[in-house]
């Protein structure tokens, strides 16, 4: 078991973070990687990429959007309970290196999974600019973490409700419009946001990195339910990945499988908030 130290809603108590004790899994973990955690014995299989570890203190931290059935589930959880299993680290790291200059790009609930790779970049050396993004103020989640594992930020939102009204790839285009070298772009986010940023830094000669979030179920290559074309070639994003070079991935194959249970998953939440959470007990 896996007990919650600490619990606390982002985003309007949309997004939710947990720090959990897990000493194994924090002092492996590596940035990129991630893990497969469970309610309890019929739980569903939930990957989420670590937005944190503590090896000392042997705490890895989980941020997650409640999205479905799992996900109010997991949010129903308080301070002192417990996950009933949690697998990992998976998945293969980002390759952290000194690469000159560095942009990572995050929106949504992406920017969990890019603050640990933000962090490691600057502590490699590399000149770390961070532009993360939500729909509105209201939303935006780690901007003060984000802060300070990068060496410039730059906020942006749809509505305009704080600091640059529009899209990511909006700021991102006046970083690549400048003509300085950019060594690296890391971008993670909607799979929308990945797809239009790879798009523009294709056009530039850029190389970017994206964190793919197919649908996952064992988490080592045996199912097969995550798999997606990178390059022509049929990848597992759970072994192979989760990273891969945004400008081969098919993004349009990805967006048709993540819609492929959109309405058994409406159907299942809808049972749940019906049963009162009964499930849970």
């Known amino acids: 078991m896996f007990e919650i130290l600490k619990k606390e809603e982002l985003a309007q108590g949309t997004v939710v973070s947990n720090v959990i004790q897990a000493p194994m899994i924090a002092r492996k973990a590596k940035p990129g990687q991630f893990v497969i955690i469970r309610v309890n014995e019929t739980g569903e299989r939930i990957p989420l990429t670590m937005a944190d570890t503590d090896p000392q203190a042997g705490t890895i931290t989980l941020i997650y959007q409640v999205v479905g059935k799992s996900t109010a589930l997991m949010k129903s959880l308080k301070e002192g309970e417990a996950y009933q299993d949690i697998c990992g680290p998976l998945g293969q790291p980002t390759h952290i290196e000194k690469w000159g200059t560095v942009i990572c790009v995050g929106g949504g609930t992406g920017v969990a999974v890019l603050h640990p790779i933000t962090k490691g970049m600057k502590e490699a050396g590399n000149q770390v600019v961070a532009i993360i993004g939500a729909r509105t103020k209201d939303l935006l989640i780690l901007e003060d973490r984000m802060a300070q594992a990068s060496n410039e930020l730059r906020v942006c939102t749809d509505d305009g409700s704080y600091g640059h009204h529009g899209f990511v790839t909006e700021v991102l285009k006046e970083y690549l419009d400048k003509k300085d070298p950019i060594a690296l772009i890391v971008a993670i986010g909607p799979v929308p946001m990945m797809k239009f940023t790879c798009k523009l830094t294709q056009g530039y000669g850029v190389k970017t990195m994206v964190s793919l ?41 990805l967006i048709q499988r993540q819609r492929a249970y959109l309405e058994q998953e409406k159907q299942s939440l809808e049972r749940f908030q019906k049963s009162g959470c009964q499930c849970n007990k």
Not at 227 to 232: F, H, L, N, Q, S
Not at 236 to 241: L, S
């Open 213 to 253: 979030n197919p649908i996952m179920v064992d988490g080592t290559g045996m199912c097969g339910c995550c798999r997606v074309t990178v390059d022509g070639i049929t990848r597992f994003a759970c072994v192979d990945g989760p990273e891969f070079d945004g400008h081969l991935v098919n993004f349009e194959e």
